[in-house]
Every structure is written in C-alpha cells, then in structure tokens.
C-alpha cells in the first residue's frame, strides 16, 4: 500500500499524542484509507525510523562551522556571567561608596 495516504492519515492522530492538535482537529481520513490499530501503529513505527535516520545524519554533521558556532555561543554564555559579577561588584562597590558619603557628610556637619 502507498505510505503517503497513510502518514497523511496518521498525521493528526500523531498531533493528538504529542498534545499539538485535540482529538476534534484531527483531520479526516482521506476517502478510500482506513486504519486500523495496528496500521496507525505501523505508521507511527516507519515515523520513528524515520526520525531515527534523521537524526544520525545530524550527528554526522557537524561540520567545523557548527563547532565553531558551538564554541561562540559558550564564549557568549561566560561573558554574560562575567558581565552579571561585575555588574555585582559594582554594585556593592556603589554602595560601598555611599556608605563612606553618608559618614563622610556627618563629619563635616557638626550638630
């Protein structure tokens, strides 16, 4: 039998079960295709393989330039960190500051 109709077919059903379509919004089967249980299962199994082979050609994709922007984004994420304990430091250092202003005023204003 043809696969198209039936992914086609099974294309809601599989929405359903990840949670992106409610059982109303399944679309209709196309006239002529019926599934059964079992064919429903089968299609979903051909998905998994599917996916499964999708997923070891991305593992052998890495290319340089995917390394590479890896490498930037992690440099990106430590100079945010770096960026979020200075503007720390700074800050206590602000307050550090105004703590000695404050004492440094009642000083020099006699009562």
Same mark, same amino acid.
């Given at each position: 039998?043809?696969?198209?109709?039936?992914?086609?077919?099974?294309?809601?059903?599989?929405?359903?079960?990840?949670?992106?379509?409610?059982?109303?919004?399944?679309?209709?089967?196309?006239?002529?295709?019926?599934?059964?249980?079992?064919?429903?299962?089968?299609?979903?199994?051909?998905?998994?393989?599917?996916?499964?082979?999708?997923?070891?050609?991305? @593992?052998?994709?890495?290319?340089?330039? =995917?390394?590479?922007? *890896?490498?930037?984004?992690?440099?990106?994420? +430590?100079?945010? %960190? !770096?960026?979020?304990? @200075?503007?720390?430091?700074?800050?206590? =250092?602000?307050?550090? *500051?105004?703590?000695?202003?404050?004492?440094? +005023?009642?000083? %020099? !204003?006699?009562?």
């Amino acid at each position: 039998p043809e696969l198209r109709p039936r992914v086609v077919a099974c294309g809601g059903i599989v929405g359903v079960e990840l949670g992106f379509l409610s059982p109303k919004d399944v679309p209709p089967l196309p006239s002529g295709v019926s599934l059964s249980e079992t064919e429903i299962d089968a299609v979903v199994a051909e998905l998994r393989t599917v996916v499964r082979q999708f997923k070891q050609v991305d @593992a052998f994709d890495e290319t340089e330039e =995917a390394k590479e922007e *890896l490498h930037i984004g992690e440099s990106v994420a +430590d100079a945010n %960190e !770096d960026l979020i304990r @200075a503007r720390s430091k700074l800050g206590h =250092a602000d307050t550090l *500051l105004e703590k000695l202003r404050i004492s440094f +005023d009642d000083d %020099e !204003d006699p009562v």
